[in-house]
């Protein structure tokens, strides 16, 4: 394959600055990783956290971006499975030790030296970029596009924080209804479970997107939901939201902080948490979570809303994300 010797990327040099449209060097595989086209990749609230400065000591400059749909153009010396030609997605999680006492009892998102795309390594704001070969996924023909994007960490996470809840629990509560919600909900629904929406107040858009795919109730964080449900999701970051789920949810219930990053926790009376109730967060993924959701996800099939950007108009991108003004997922996208 003819490969040009340099790209474009969009690049973070500084933190609360906006990305720099750059044009740089074709970045080289490693032994174990694979040369990527990038296709379509997705912008996602915790580009923005790093963007903003909340999460700390990301590689400078950086090619932010950890949804990547993209094709393989070439492989290191010691690549395997994947092939040229083929279409993956690379996920956030871009490399963990194997090594460490959380990878040795299989809970390798917690790994103490792993590598994340986008943030300690450059990801997918670009046209091209590199990912270890053993970290990326296989994509069905679907996906093979901009609508696959929003799967590699929304639908990852989203699906992650669902799979923590207690089987039987049947009423969940989705707390922020954007781009995770928006996936969960197709494959809660599909297996069986009532979804109560709940959104910024006022955001009347996102509460009706809910009730169009398929909620059964819709309303903004602070009302009351018409009964008690059985465990809670929050996507949004903001803390305030964590006494206000354990008051929703009944006896024995879970609440799920999907986040990254959160707003601080106000205290609370410890009532609300009496009869068992639990909160829980949920860090990276593994393996193991990406291959169950990707296999899941086709078979629903779980249907992306997505609005596209050209690559150099991720600041514009970021900024709608940041203004709630994105129902579904923002994707930037290469011609
Ligand atoms: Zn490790
Ligand atoms: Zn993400």
Redesign the pocket.
Known sequence: MNLPDTMHAMVLEEVRQPLVYKTLPLPSPLSDQVLVKVIACGVCRTDLHIVDGELQHPKLPLVPGHEIVGMVVKGGEKVTRLIEGDIIGIPWMAH?????K???RDQ?NL????VFTGYTIDGGYAEYTVAYEQYCFPLASMYANASGAPLLCAGLIGYRSYSMINKAAEKIGIYGFGAAAHILIQIAIYQGKKIFAFTREGDTGAQEFAMKLGAVWAGNSLQIPPQKLDAAIIFAPAGNLVPKALMDIDKGGIVVCGGIHMSDIPSFPYRILWEERMIRSVANLTRKDGEEFLNIAPKVPVKTQTQLFPLSNANEALENLRSGKIHGAAVLINK
Not at 96 to 100: A, D, L, N, P, S
Not at 111 to 114: D, L, R, V
């Open positions: 963990t030790c194997g090594e460490c959380y990878c040795q390798e790994c103490e030296n792993a």
